[in-house]
């Protein structure tokens, strides 16, 4: 179903169904439950704090003594916060908190190569969203510290810590380019 085709059906209810489908739906799926929480007390930081928490126990996550952290979890986490229509400062905040403990884990213990691209890509992400947010003065310093302070003692941390600042890097090097032309 379209946005339309439910502001049209929406229309043509009154405002007792409308209220009574809102209950409803409250009742019945957690998603709508938590939306509908957050709309109404507006309490971002609770949300932060929860998704923060999430996000370090699954980076934290391990197998045999090796970090397994799932990313599309930890994409997830940050979807759920982007869902709430928070502001760009609680995305980019929730963004760079993730690449901060990935970087820390990684600089540690071995991550697997896909799980260092993945993580390369939520860099990338994250210079975009700070960027086209004008919250990039905010966050870029911190991505730069967090990728820096990785150890190079080990050929896993070297490995890692090397693809991040290349993303960096070419991510930045990208919108020098673009203003130029522009």
């Not at 045999?64 to 979807?79: D, E, Q």
């Not at 919250?135 to 003692?153: G, H």
Request: glycine fraction near 2%.
């Amino acid at each position: 179903m379209s946005k339309a085709t439910l502001k049209k059906a929406l229309a043509a209810l009154t405002q007792e169904q409308i209220t009574e489908m809102v209950l409803d739906l409250y009742a019945a799926r957690p998603e709508a439950k938590e939306y509908l929480d957050f709309w109404v007390s507006g309490d971002i930081d609770s949300k932060m704090t929860k998704a923060k928490n999430a996000i370090a126990k699954e980076i934290a996550r391990a197998q045999r003594g090796r970090p397994r952290p799932r990313m599309t979890k930890i994409k997830r986490f940050i979807k759920d916060i982007v869902s709430l229509n928070a502001d760009s400062e609680a995305i980019g905040e929730i963004m760079t908190f993730s690449i901060e403990r990935m970087c820390a884990v990684g600089s540690d213990k071995w991550v697997k190569e896909s799980t260092q691209k993945s993580v390369a890509k939520l860099l990338h992400d994250t210079l975009t969203y700070i960027r086209k947010s004008g919250i990039y003065a905010i966050f870029i310093q911190r991505l730069r510290t967090a990728i820096e302070s990785m150890s190079t003692d080990y050929w896993w941390s070297r490995d890692f810590r090397t693809l991040l600042e290349e993303e960096m890097r070419e991510t930045l090097l990208e919108y020098t380019r673009l203003e130029q032309t522009l």
